[in-house]
């Protein structure tokens, strides 16, 4: 069958074009401020310098369309996390260059943006205040070194930021910010999960219907998804469709086996769609199951499981560059008992852990350990009947990785992870889903 080319892939939205600017500052590797997890809610000074532009001031009395905090010079010196939170996208854009977002509690994000390169930290990574996350630089949209801050509250611009600068002065990286964050925690946030393929942060689903189509099909972030469109065609010789984020940008990411068993390698891109491709692996497409979603061995990067025809399950390490490297890790074997198989972390402790169901109907929970899966636990019976079984992500917004299950007669369920490894009782959220030869 003639396959559609791979640019196909990225109809749905154009494919960002990335310009790739190097500081010449030689960088620093340290910082001269203490990383400690806070305790008081207050933020700190990202980096040093002068405050030459706040959110719509332009410092020099003049009115300035801009989200964000400048903090002028000292380029190829480190910028700190402003709080504690973990790392929610590392990526890059032709306006902000190369930049970090971090989540925090309350509904809190900070960017950190024209820094030299790619930030030092991956996403999905637990940071606390004061701790080094990039170098300050000139890449985006700037005309000199310098650190763009901005501070997000629950989706809007966080104008309030303004009463802890004061135009035309010098800050120092590492200092107290002099302003109440309201709501400012210690909890640590949840960990970012893949899924979101259109950047809106609501988790999605691909599907490949019965004519061979690649189906997109939106979340609306409570649990339930819009009808689909056609993102490519002739797809029905593929396999083990699976999500994840290879290359560690916050992004969600597509894996896919060629009938030539072949590991295909689809990034996402800015735009929501998918530009970067790869092959990391051969001999694929007669694997029982393949899963990813999630850090399985505890270096903060995801990794790919895959079950082969023997029944042995293997953890392929990422680097976090959408390649698979190793070295690969035997986690287990008689996996040839299992019918279904989903990566997620399903107990909040930023490690990557399975559920599956057995050929003996039952849901099981797998925790992982760091490079190893520890004695199943079963959570559920029934399960038999599924057609089509995924998850490892939150698809209701409550900050816990969910399941998605299909019975015989076509019907989708969502079932809730309540974040300790167990699932509460499945909700229907759509019917006519029998067309699908996979869902992920």
């Known amino acids: 069958m003639k396959r559609m080319p791979r640019w196909r892939l990225a109809r749905f939205a154009m494919l960002a074009a990335v310009a790739v600017l190097v500081g010449t500052i030689a960088p620093s590797l340290t910082s001269s401020a203490p990383a400690t997890a806070a305790t008081d809610g207050q933020m700190v000074y990202p980096a040093s310098g002068s405050i030459v532009s706040k959110v719509g001031d332009g410092c020099r009395s003049n009115y300035r369309d801009h989200d964000g905090i400048d903090?002028?010079?000292?380029?190829?010196?480190?910028?700190?996390?402003?709080?504690?939170?973990?790392?929610?996208?590392?990526?890059?854009?032709?306006?902000?260059?190369?930049?970090?977002?971090?989540?925090?509690?309350?509904?809190?994000?900070?960017?950190?943006?024209?820094?030299?390169?790619?930030?030092?930290?991956?996403?999905?990574?637990?940071?606390?205040?004061?701790?080094?996350?990039?170098?300050?630089?000139?890449?985006?949209?700037?005309?000199?070194?310098?650190?763009?801050?901005?501070?997000?509250?629950?989706?809007?611009?966080?104008?309030?930021?303004?009463?802890?600068?004061?135009?035309?002065?010098?800050?120092?990286?590492?200092?107290?910010?002099?302003?109440?964050?309201?709501?400012?925690?210690?909890?640590?946030?949840?960990?970012?999960?893949?899924?979101?393929?259109?950047?809106?942060?609501?988790?999605?689903?691909?599907?490949?219907?019965?004519?061979?189509?690649?189906?997109?099909?939106?979340?609306?972030?409570?649990?339930g998804f819009l009808k689909g469109s056609i993102i490519t065609s002739a797809w029905g010789i593929h396999r083990h469709l699976t999500h994840t984020d290879l290359n560690g940008d916050g992004r969600s990411d597509m894996l896919v086996a060629r009938s030539d068993g072949v590991l295909e390698y689809y990034a996402g891109n800015t735009s929501g769609g998918f530009g970067a491709y790869g092959t990391p692996g051969s001999g694929w497409y007669g694997m029982l199951h393949v899963t990813s979603g999630a850090d399985f061995t505890g270096d903060s990067h995801q990794d790919v499981l895959g079950v082969s025809a023997a029944g042995v399950l293997t953890i392929y390490r990422g680097n976090g560059t959408g390649a698979l490297p190793g070295p690969h890790t035997v986690a287990g074997s008689g996996w040839n008992t299992i019918r279904f198989i989903a990566g997620g972390d399903f107990n909040g402790d930023r490690l990557g852990d399975i559920m599956a169901v057995g050929n003996d109907g039952n849901l099981y929970f797998y925790p992982g350990l760091g490079g190893r899966f520890g004695t199943r636990v079963t959570i559920g019976s029934g399960w038999g009947a599924m057609t089509a079984f995924t998850g490892g992500v939150d698809y209701n917004g409550d900050k816990n990785a969910d399941l998605i299950a299909r019975t015989s007669s076509g019907e989708l369920y969502l079932y809730p992870g309540d974040g300790t490894g167990r699932v509460r009782g499945g909700t229907l959220i759509g019917s006519g889903w029998g067309g699908y030869l996979q869902i992920e």
């Not at 107290?176 to 400012?184: D, E, N, S």
């Not at 609501?202 to 189509?213: C, P």
């Not at 939106?218 to 649990?223: I, P």
Request: charged fraction near 10%; charge should be neutral.
């Open 71 to 223: 903090i002028s010079g000292q380029g190829g010196t480190p910028i700190l996390a402003a709080y504690d939170g973990v790392i929610k996208t590392r990526g890059f854009s032709n306006s902000y260059g190369y930049y970090v977002d971090i989540q925090h509690t309350s509904g809190y994000v900070t960017r950190y943006a024209h820094m030299v390169a790619q930030g030092s930290v991956a996403p999905g990574a637990q940071v606390v205040r004061g701790q080094q996350i990039g170098i300050v630089g000139n890449t985006g949209a700037s005309t000199g070194a310098h650190l763009h801050f901005e501070v997000w509250r629950n989706g809007s611009v966080y104008t309030a930021i303004n009463q802890g600068f004061v135009c035309l002065s010098t800050v120092t990286r590492g200092g107290t910010i002099p302003l109440v964050f309201p709501g400012l925690g210690t909890a640590a946030p949840a960990p970012v999960m893949t899924g979101d393929y259109n950047g809106d942060g609501k988790a999605d689903l691909l599907g490949v219907a019965g004519d061979s189509d690649l189906h997109f099909l939106a979340g609306n972030g409570s649990g």
